[in-house]
């Protein structure tokens, strides 16, 4: 008890001590400091205001004096005598020998003179010329003679002496008042302006400038020289110079406070010009003697408070060291927590990446099946990693917000797209409410906003067995800010009160025991609420536990462009019907297609349905896909006059004539894209496979590490192209040079040149300014598809690679004269058409055999399986069959009854075609020079990869069969061109 008590009187005497120390130190410090700055700033003011008057009058002094000088000269007859006669030898030397005695009278002892008769202009410095006052540089002439009746001043820059000379012209009248000449004398200001900076303080600033705010004395004379602005030299100084210096009266000056330290601004009358000087005020200025004091006084209270505290010291010491330890392992385990994932990430794109290429291989059912299991625990293992990631960047403050504009509808659809994968064979609807007046372009960070909502929607998902999981986004704007309103609520576990304020702690989970099994590190929330404070925003959760959570997230954005991301043309016109029974699905539609201001009605039953389409006034149907069948029939006899729509779950959809298909959960931007008649919102992925080969294009892949080149090399061999590999940019620049490459896929971040210098250095040379530069690399953050166009790349491809984005980079810019697609067919006459034909008879027999078999047994997996390859087998040999692309839908989406009432049709049409004859062509005899001719032609085609040329010249020539087969089925030019070499060898060797 003793022992607790002296702790606690240790505590606060220390907090009293420190406490008493600062306070004494402040007040003192901030009395101290404004009486001395008072005192130095009026002493400062009084020693500005003398040094500038005593200056002012000793130029004035100086030059009142040499004008006086100039202006007797002026007046001697003999010296206007010699201007009216200037050729009079007797009269110039009076002339010359008067103007050497005062010569001594001035200054710098410099003297010129010209008579108006012959425009000679004579000085003590230069040798005699004629002056021309048409010339802009003798501008004083002019105005000398017929503008001035005392005298003027004008300077000039000498740039061989590098002086400033301040020149005094006194023009001589006769008798009558007409002007003769000038005669005048220069005063360096360049010197006047050194001994004035020589006699200041080092520290002061001096300039002299005119009415019009030039510098015309400085210590820099090339502020004269390029007549700088004094409000450039004294940026610092809040009031107008040139203003405050208008103001005074003539030799009148003013003091003023600024920034910069005391200053004062004076005119200068004799020269019509004025002086600003500022001397700033410096610790040096200070009183020695009052600070000595405050040092002392501040020393002695150091003292007591080190002798009373002293023994704390031992306390303290402990103390420190654990706080030192905590700290220490705090840091260690951020820079280990940083250092592995970055470490981890680049076995699991490999990981991640040969399983997508394994899983491309013709593989067992079972083996397909642990490949899909492992893609799917690297997955998540990825995710993990990525949120430990995170995290170790939030406590490390390295967190980056990247503010770009981003598109509203591209961040909606990739979050609906991703999670609605992932609620595939699951019971929980996945519904969504998005505000369609939400601005088309925001500005902010996309991957960081999109980052929140899979952690929300993929942490509801976690949570929630059954029932929703629902998404609705809002907002509203505030002149140029739009504040972005996101809920996810879920009908899951809830979160109990007494977990409530550790909810977004790290490494938190809850309720073990009910939630064993969920996968995760407990950063998600963590992570989310950091993101969301980085970005000027916040979170909060509203739950009930047992019933759900809704947790909310407020988030300040720029708004670019204000349009509204989704809007229905004409929506007075538009009258839509819904049909879907469940629920939450219903209440999602109606709500979406009400904020679309189009008019909406909700049937509950079949009966409805008709008596509502029956009345007309619906031009819009929306039917949920598992309710059409039974209505499919009557609605067909409202067609076309309402459009039927199918709400669709992913893999639910199959096509039908004149029915569009509405992917659920709808959106305003999906629904808005139905009422406008765009496309169907339902794109159905009918998986990874390449859509065409490319025998002949030529790839190049840049990347230092060789298991991505690995990766990249087997991503690409299904498209049969011929892939270069280089491990840096210098052997990157090398390949270019020897090999013209038809798209180069090129990595980032690689040492010594990485990709963006290597992708300039191409450009450098003219020849490679068309070439096709993607960038294929990890840096997929906001803007940097900007950052790589701009840096001369073509495209963006992120990793790790999605093969349908890969398909359509690929589509795009390799060259289409050497894109074959899978299911092009042969052509008829073709040699190996008949081979073809051959085997497609052999696969449909066998596969007429399997879907009957597979339509008893139930084994729908195969079914499918069979359905799929005879769709491609069937485009393959030029048919199109409709039935076959719905029977393998309907499989993916277990319509049983539909395969059961249609299969037989299919079965029935293979059954036929297997027992079709092929014909055969006979040969045809053609002559020896007709086939070199061909021959020619092909090779010349083969070079320029012109398949166009190649099939033309190979109509007609049967004989040339195994040139068409290389070139139709492989379209290798190369293969082609050296049989054509062949045969060309063999029939000149037979002539």
Known sequence: MREARQDTLRRRFVLFSAVLFFAVLTIGSSVLLVSMRNGVSNSKG???????????????????????VALKLAGSPLIKRYFQNPSITGIATLAMEEIDSYRSAFASQTIFWVSDVNKVFYSSYSTPFVLDPADPDTYWYNMTLYETEVYNFNINYNPDLNVSRLWINAPVFDGAGTPLGIIGTGIELTNYVDMLYNS???????????????????????????????????????????TAAAGLGVGGSALFDTPLGK?????????????????????????????????????????????????????LRSLKKTILSLEAASAAKSDFLAKMSHEIRTPMNAILGMTEIALREDNADREREHLYTIKSAGTNLLSIINDILDFSKVEAGKMEINSEN??????????????????????????????????????????????????????????????????????????????????????????????????????????????????????????TDNLAKAMGGDVSVVSEYGRGSTFTVSLPQIISDPTP???????????????????????????????????????????????LMGTGEYNFAFIAHNLYEK????????????????????????????????????SSLSVSNILNGKANSFIYNEGDT???????????????????????????????????????????????????????????????????????????????????????????????????????????????????????????????????????????????????LDVFRRDAAKAAVTLRETVKSGDWKLF?????????????????????????????????????????????????????????????????????????????????YDEKAAYAALDGHPELEEIRRVLYLHSDFEEAARLTDTLLTQLEEKR
């Open 46 to 68: 009084v020693e500005l205001l003398q040094m500038l008057e005593i200056e002012r009058l000793t130029l004035e002094k100086e030059v009142n004096s040499e004008i006086a």
């Open 200 to 242: 200041l303080d080092p520290s002061m600033e001096l300039y002299l400038f005119n009415d019009a705010g030039e510098v015309t004395g400085s210590k820099e004379v090339r502020d004269v020289i390029e007549k700088a602005r004094i409000t450039d030299k004294l940026h610092g100084i809040e009031f107008n110079i040139p």
């Open 263 to 315: 200053a004062v601004v004076g005119s200068i009358p004799v020269l019509g010009w004025y002086a600003v000087a500022v001397s700033p005020i410096g610790f040096a200025d200070y009183d020695p003697a009052l600070i000595a004091l405050f040092l002392v006084m501040i020393a002695v209270i150091a003292l007591i408070l080190t002798v009373f505290n002293i023994f704390t010291a031992r306390t």
């Open 406 to 527: 981003y598109h509203v509808s591209s961040l909606i659809n990739d979050v609906i797209s991703i999670i609605r994968m992932r609620t595939v064979d699951s019971p929980v609807l996945f519904v969504v409410n998005i505000d369609r007046s939400i601005p088309r372009v925001l500005r902010g960070d996309e991957i960081r906003i999109r980052q929140i909502l899979l952690n929300l929607l993929s942490n509801a998902l976690k949570f929630t067995e059954k029932g929703f999981v629902s998404l609705a986004m809002m907002g509203e704007s505030s002149g140029e800010t739009f504040r972005l309103v996101i809920s996810v609520a879920d009908s899951g576990i809830g979160i109990k009160p007494e977990d409530l304020p550790k909810l977004f702690s790290d490494f938190t989970q809850f309720d073990l025991s009910r939630n064993k099994g969920v996968v995760g590190t407990g950063l998600g929330l963590a992570i």
């Open 565 to 611: 991301f989704a809007s229905v043309d004409r929506p007075e016109d538009k009258h839509v019907l819904v049909y879907e029974l469940r629920e939450m699905y219903a209440d999602s539609i109606v709500c979406t297609i009400d904020n679309l201001d189009v008019e909406c009605a909700l049937a509950q039953s079949d009966e409805e349905l008709f008596e």
């Open 631 to 666: 209505v499919r029939e009557v609605c067909r006899t409202f067609s076309p006059d309402i459009q039927i729509v199918l709400l669709a779950g992913f893999g639910e959809a199959t096509v039908r004539p004149g029915v569009s298909v509405l992917a659920m959960p709808v």
């Open 690 to 836: 390449p859509r065409f080969t490319a025998p002949s294009a030529k790839i190049l892949v840049v990347d230092d590490i060789e298991t991505n080149l690995m990766v990249a090399r087997g991503l690409l061999a299904p498209y049969n192209v011929q892939v270069t590999s280089c491990v840096s940019g210098a052997d990157a620049l090398k390949a270019v040079t020897n090999t013209v490459f038809d798209l180069v896929l090129m990595d980032h971040m690689m040492p010594g040149m990485d990709g963006i210098e290597t992708a300039r250095r191409i450009r450098l040379d003219r020849r490679y300014l068309n070439i096709p530069i993607v960038a294929l690399t990890a840096n997929a953050v906001s803007g940097a598809r900007e950052m790589f166009l701009e840096a001369g790349f073509n495209d963006f491809l992120s990793k790790p690679v999605d093969i349908l984005k890969m398909n359509t980079v690929l589509e795009k810019w390799i060259p289409k004269s050497k894109q074959r697609r899978y299911d092009a067919p042969l052509p008829p006459e073709s040699e190996d058409r008949g081979k073809l």
């Open 864 to 944: 499918t399986t069979t359905a799929h390859a005879m769709k491609s087998a069937l485009k393959t040999i030029g048919i199109d069959e409709p039935l076959a692309y719905e029977l393998e839908k309907a499989g993916l989406a277990s319509d049983i009854a539909f395969i059961r009432a249609n299969a037989e049709r299919l079965i029935t049409k293979l059954e036929g075609l297997s027992q079709q004859e092929v014909p055969r062509r006979e040969p045809s005899a053609v002559s020896t020079e007709s086939v070199k001719e061909a021959l020619r032609i092909i090779r010349k085609a083969c070079e320029d």
